[in-house]
């Protein structure tokens, strides 16, 4: 259990009491039950009840030492008055005490919690209620010693009218309300002060006008001990408490917000301005009509971007652009059939992706849905490679083809075997360089087990994929093993614990300098450690340990792109004879 804050102790505020047996019993019951466990241990409850069949006793002793002990008391018409419970935790060497009474109306009045750590430090929190919902006062006393005492205040209607709040360490808080002849709240005041951080905080919030210029009012002031002063002023609309006017003073400068909104109360305009200059930071304009809408925004940046959305003879379309300063600019847009219909609800039918940045070079990626659910996909890279991929609608692959800037085209096709998946895959190059079949294997369930790829010139590459669970130590594990018919290898295996929340990831190369190399995040103390090890294939062995997981995580990609360029070679990989010596 971990520590609690006094307050958080206070929101423990409903312990029932068991309803009274009236089975006419003429004298006091008890009962036992015990629960046995193969290893030995065993739970033991016990049971107490008086002679009007109340209960007044609950024991339970868990098998790990845990305890759970509470008494009952009635009144002399045999209605619940009070209650003790003590609960103690073993694991963490805790114990709550929580003591209740109860008004003849049945609601707790008063409330005392206390609950001390396996250190002997503790913290308590007593509280007072005059009915089911109105607290009368909370006084709560953290381990440090420290005492914060609230009181709260009604009027004759039971309307509560102030919360003072108040704590031995300096820090204090007023709230007040003021209601209308209707008990509905008018005008609300809150401050504050905080002895740890020095800043002196306040707010305000009323109702002022009538009719359409009635707006609800807010005033948030904060002070910081050199006296610096931040102030949010803002105006809302009674009827939904949109937001009209927002005027934020910090430094010495002032920024002005205002909003409009369309018969329906949705936003149409929105404008930050400078409150000195009056000079547009940003803007936003929304225009509807006839299933449209179309949202023009600029950032303080400078960023404009354009949303549109259309929802017209059955089909749900969606568009944004936004264009920087600089020349740089990102499109997206996606269409699909508009849900309820009995023809593919929400179907997909088109997606497309653009990205420029300054420097003029583009890549993009679109992909169309036939009505089957089958699609194909047309990308471009940066470098000016085009791609078009064509997948069934469970997406097995179906053919490919690449046109390199060089004009160079690859072309492949897959078989799928009876159950839709890739069976076999073959590549034809308008040079030749690229020609050759890979060959796929799956177990029952659907998942890869290995891939057999066959150049033209007789190289190959087998890639065994494994994945593995273990309960007892809650790891898992998936490997990929890749090998060359011209002598290298690599496997790379990523670990996760899900119980610590630790990984490992461990590249194992057969050939080059390189044995093999590790990165670790492990979670599994109170402090977690990132380290890094490699394993030359002369015998040495470097470790260290990372500047956390950020470090961790670039340590990993580097590791990654490594592979990746051990990959790339591996199909031009040619041994180095040894030399017979080494010159000095």
Known sequence: MKRLTAALLSLILAFLPLSGLTTGASERAVSRIKTEYEDGTQDVARYEYDEDGNQTVYDIHYRDGSTYSARYFYDQNGVSSGETVSEYDASQGTLLLTELEYAPEGHVSHQKQTLTYSDGLSESSEAWFSDWFSPLKQISVSTDGSIQQTDYVYSEDGDLTSVNSSSTTGSWRRQEYEYDENGIAVRTSDSSYDALTGITAS???????????????????SRDLSGNETRIQSWSRPSDNQPVKVISTAGGISTVEEYSYDGDGELSYYVKRDGGTGRIIASTTVTRFNGQEMTTSTDEMGNTTVTKTSSQAGIYSFSRRTESPDGASEITEYAEKERGGNDGSGAPLRY?????????????????YADDGSYNITSLDADGTVTVEAYTSDDAPLSETVTRPDGVTINSTWELDSNGYPSKKTSVSSDGSLDGTTVYEYDEYGTLLSAWETRSDGRSSHVQYRENYDPESDVYSSEATVTFSTGPSVSLLEEECWETYSSRITITYGTGDIASEMAEDDDSGDTEICRYRIIYRDGRTEEAILAGYPEYLETEQAMRDRMDDYLEAGWDYAPVPAESGVPE
């Open 352 to 368: 497309y992706q653009e990205s420029r940045d300054a420097d003029g070079s583009v890549q993009t990626n679109e992909t169309i």
């Open 203 to 221: 707010s305000q919030l009323w109702t002022e006008g009538d009719g359409p210029a009635a707006a609800i009012r807010s005033v948030e002031t």
